[in-house]
């Protein structure tokens, strides 16, 4: 059973940088495919970026294209996220997301991720 837990989340003003990061224990963590995903109020969860286990292949959501940056490292069992010129409507709750996966093709469909983070909250004020 692979836990996952996020830190980093805090309060920001718009245009400014966060860096979220999320480390797994309890699997082989090259062996999951990663993902980060955000939940905004009244809205459904959406995900934000994925990278497959070699980090090698990534997903960004169009809205975050650009200024988010995902990646991972397998020596540390660690997968960030850097968002830089945050936006007001980045602020959600944002969760770490974990799926065995050797696909070059990463998914960005949270119901193919078994294994999730409590979530850190980001808020963003205009």
């Known amino acids: 059973q692979v836990q996952l837990v996020e830190s980093g989340g805090g309060l920001v003003q718009a245009g400014d940088s966060l860096r979220l990061s999320c480390i797994a224990s309890?699997?082989?963590?090259?062996?999951?495919?990663m993902g980060w995903f955000r939940q905004a109020p009244g809205k459904e969860r959406e995900a934000v970026a994925a990278?497959?286990?070699?980090?090698?292949?990534?997903y960004y959501a169009h809205s975050v294209k650009g200024r988010f940056t995902i990646s991972r490292d397998n020596a540390k069992n660690t997968v960030y996220l850097r968002m830089n010129g945050l936006k007001a409507e980045d602020t959600a709750v944002y969760y770490c997301?974990?799926?065995?996966?050797?696909?070059?093709?990463?998914?960005?469909?949270?119901?193919?991720?078994?294994?999730w983070g409590q979530g850190t909250q980001v808020t963003v004020s205009s």
């Open positions: 309890g699997g082989i963590f090259r062996n999951y495919a």
């Open positions: 990278i497959s286990w070699s980090g090698a292949s990534t």
């Open positions: 997301a974990g799926r065995r996966s050797f696909a070059s093709v990463v998914s960005s469909t949270a119901l193919e991720y078994p294994y």
